[in-house]
């Protein structure tokens, strides 16, 4: 069974950092688009960023451009997420996602294939 497994959540204050890791089990995903998606209460999931199977090509949603990064490590089958400045908006579940076809440019829910349960990142003000 495939899953994907998120870590590295956590509370920290406006302006700091954390960094979020996911690690698939089950298959690798050297071939798979990765993706990261957030949901805050009371609010639609939606996109953060993604990155191609090669690590050549990323994307990220205009909120976080600049102050997050994604990257990937095949070798070790992970993708993170660095997130830096952090604010108080930025608060929400944050998913990891796989696809197994597609570009970075596809950023619905619906583009991809396989999810993670979520782990929380809460920024204080």
């Known amino acids: 069974q495939v899953q994907l497994a998120e870590s590295g959540g956590g509370l920290v204050q406006a302006g700091g950092s954390l960094g979020l890791s996911c690690a698939p089990s089950?298959?690798?995903?050297?071939?798979?688009?990765m993706g990261w998606f957030r949901q805050a209460p009371g609010k639609e999931r939606e996109f953060v960023a993604a990155?191609?199977?090669?690590?050549?090509?990323?994307l990220y949603a205009d909120s976080v451009k600049g102050r997050f990064t994604i990257s990937r490590d095949n070798a070790k089958n992970t993708v993170y997420l660095r997130m830096n400045s952090l604010k108080p908006e930025d608060t929400a579940l944050y998913y990891c996602?796989?696809?197994?076809?597609?570009?970075?440019?596809?950023?619905?829910?619906?583009?991809?294939?396989?999810w993670g349960q979520g782990t929380q990142v809460t920024v204080s003000s």
């Open positions: 996602a796989a696809a197994a076809g597609g570009s970075i440019y596809n950023i619905r829910t619906t583009d991809y294939d396989y």
């Open positions: 089950g298959r690798t995903f050297s071939t798979y688009l």
């Open positions: 990155i191609s199977w090669s690590g050549s090509s990323t």
